[in-house]
C-alpha cells in the first residue's frame, strides 16, 4: 500500500493530518513492515534457538569440528558472548585463517566492553578477507565505538565500510550520526546526502534493505 494513501486515509478518518504523519513515521521506523522489507517471522526466533541446540549436540560428539564451533560461536556471540569466546579462540587457535572466527570472536569481545581485543580480531578478520560482509564488521565496531562516546573512532570505522562498500546506506547514516556527534555539521551532511545519492538507484532487494537508512538520512538533512 502506498504511503500517501495511507496518510491520505488516516487523516480522513481521524480528521487529523498530524496523526496521518504519525502513523508514516510509525511505519518507517517501527520496522517489522512489509514497506521497509522486515516482515516479522515468529519462526526465527525458534529456528535459531533450534539450530543452537543442535549445533551444541553436534560439538558433543565431535569438540573440535571447526565449522561448528565458528557458526555457534556466531549465534551466541551477542547472546551468550562469554561462552562464544570460549568457543572461538580455541578456533582461531588452532585455525587462523579463518576469518569469520576471527569476526565472531570480534564482536563476543566487543558485547563484553573489551573494546582492543575486540578490535584486534575484527582487523584480523578484514586481514584474512577485507571484503568480509560487504564492511559489515566495521560497521559494528563502529556502532561499539558510538555507543561508548568516541565518536572520532566510529567515523573512522564508518568510512572505511563504506570505502568497502560504496552503497552502504547503513555505513553512511552512521557516518553521518558519528561526524554529528564530534561536532562536524558539514561531514555529516555529506555523509547524509551520500547515503541518498549512492542508493538512489539500487536493485530492489538492496532497496528494500537501504530504505531505512535513507529514511533516516533524509530526516536528519531536515533537521540540521
Known amino acids: 500500500m502506498k504511503t500517501w494513501f495511507i496518510y491520505i486515509l488516516v487523516s480522513q478518518v481521524t480528521g487529523s493530518p498530524l496523526l496521518g504523519i504519525a502513523v508514516i513515521a510509525a511505519l518507517y521506523f517501527g520496522g517489522g513492515t512489509v514497506w521497509l522489507g522486515r516482515v516479522p517471522d515468529p519462526r526465527a526466533p525458534f529456528r535459531t534457538w533450534s539450530r543452537i ?42 585455525h587462523p585463517d579463518v576469518a569469520l572466527a576471527h569476526l565472531y570472536l570480534g564482536l563476543a569481545h566487543l558485547r563484553l566492553g573489551e573494546t582492543e581485543p575486540g578490535r584486534a580480531s575484527i582487523e584480523r578478520a578484514l586481514a584474512l578477507r577485507k571484503d568480509l560482509r560487504f564492511g559489515e564488521p566495521l560497521v559494528r565496531l563502529g556502532d561499539h565505538y558510538l555507543a561508548n562516546g568516541q565518536p572520532g573512532p566510529a567515523l573512522a570505522a564508518f568510512e572505511r565500510a563504506t570505502a568497502i562498500h560504496s552503497s552502504y546506506a547503513e555505513g553512511w ?11 562536524d555539521k558539514v561531514a555529516a551532511r555529506q555523509h547524509w546526502e551520500e547515503a541518498l545519492a549512492s542508493t538512489a538507484h539500487t536493485p530492489g532487494f538492496k532497496a528494500r534493505i537501504d530504505r531505512p537508512w535513507r529514511i533516516r538520512s533524509w530526516l536528519a538533512l531536515r533537521g540540521l
Open 53 to 94: 541446540r543442535q549445533l551444541r549436540a553436534e560439538l558433543h560428539m565431535n569438540p573440535h569440528h571447526t565449522d561448528h564451533r565458528t557458526e555457534l560461536g556466531g549465534l551466541l556471540a551477542t547472546r551468550r558472548p562469554a561462552e562464544a569466546k570460549t568457543l572461538l579462540e580455541e578456533v582461531t587457535r588452532r
Open 173 to 183: 547514516f552512521k557516518a553521518g550520526r558519528a561526524a554529528a556527534a564530534a561536532g
